[in-house]
C-alpha cells in the first residue's frame, strides 16, 4: 500500500512528496492518540459521577428506617430499597449519564438484606445495582476514648456496575490491524456508608 502510494507521490518532487507520506503514515497513529486520550478522560469523568451517585444512594440508605425491611414495596422490595433505587437513578440522571431503564426495574431479593436491581435498557451492557443492608465491618477506633478492641459496625454498601462502551476499538485497527479490543467494560463503584437507623 505504501510502496504504491510512494511511487505516486514521487512525481510531486523531492520534500513535497516526502511531506505528503510522512502526513499519511503518522495520520492514523495520531488519530489513535487523540482518541484514546479522549475516551479514557471520558471514562475517568464516568466513573466520578458513578462514584458521586453511590455516595448519594449510600448515604439515602443509611438514613432510611429498617422497620419496612420484610416488606415488598412497589419495585418487588421494600419501599425504602425503592426510594434508594429511585435516589440513584436521578442521579445518574441527573449527572447526564444513561439510566438504562433503572427507573423501572424489580428488586430481587439475595443474600440477607440485599436486593439487586438489573436492567439494560437502552445501554451497551447491563446495569446493576446492589444494596445491602445488613453489611458489616469491623474498625479499630482511637485509643482513648474508646476501647483498643475493634469494633463490628452495621452499614449499607451499595454497589454500582454500569457499562461503558469503548470508542478506542474503532480506531485502534487502524495502527494494528486485526486488533480486538473490548467494546464495553464495566465501570465499578462501591460505597460503604454505617446506618444510622
Known amino acids: 500500500m ?19 507520506l510522512e502526513f499519511a503514515i503518522s495520520l492514523p497513529l495520531l488519530l489513535v492518540v487523540v482518541v484514546g486520550v479522549f475516551d479514557f478522560g471520558t471514562a ?7 462514584g458521586n451517585t453511590a455516595l448519594q444512594g449510600a448515604r439515602v440508605a443509611s438514613n432510611q428506617p429498617t422497620a419496612d425491611l420484610l416488606l415488598t414495596g412497589g419495585c418487588n422490595a421494600p419501599p425504602s430499597i425503592c426510594s434508594v433505587r429511585d435516589v440513584v437513578d436521578k442521579s445518574l440522571v441527573a449527572s447526564a449519564l444513561n439510566d438504562c431503564g433503572l427507573a423501572a426495574a424489580n428488586g ?5 438484606l440485599t436486593w439487586t436491581f438489573t436492567t439494560t435498557g437502552t ?14 465491618y469491623t474498625a479499630t477506633l482511637p485509643n482513648p476514648p474508646f476501647s483498643a478492641a475493634a469494633y463490628t459496625i452495621e452499614a449499607t454498601r451499595l ?39
Open 44 to 50: 475517568f469523568t464516568v466513573k466520578q459521577k458513578l
Open 2 to 20: 505504501f510502496a504504491s502510494l510512494y511511487r505516486r507521490l514521487k512525481c510531486l518532487g523531492g520534500s513535497e512528496g516526502a511531506e505528503i
Open 108 to 112: 430481587v431479593p439475595g443474600a440477607a
Open 123 to 136: 445501554c451497551a451492557g447491563p446495569l446493576t445495582l446492589t444494596i445491602e443492608r445488613g453489611y458489616h
Open 159 to 197: 454497589t454500582l456496575n454500569y457499562p461503558y462502551r469503548w470508542q478506542f476499538n474503532r480506531v485502534a485497527p487502524l495502527v494494528a490491524p486485526g486488533a480486538n479490543y473490548p467494546a464495553v467494560s464495566q465501570i465499578n463503584s462501591v460505597t460503604i456508608m454505617q446506618n444510622l437507623n
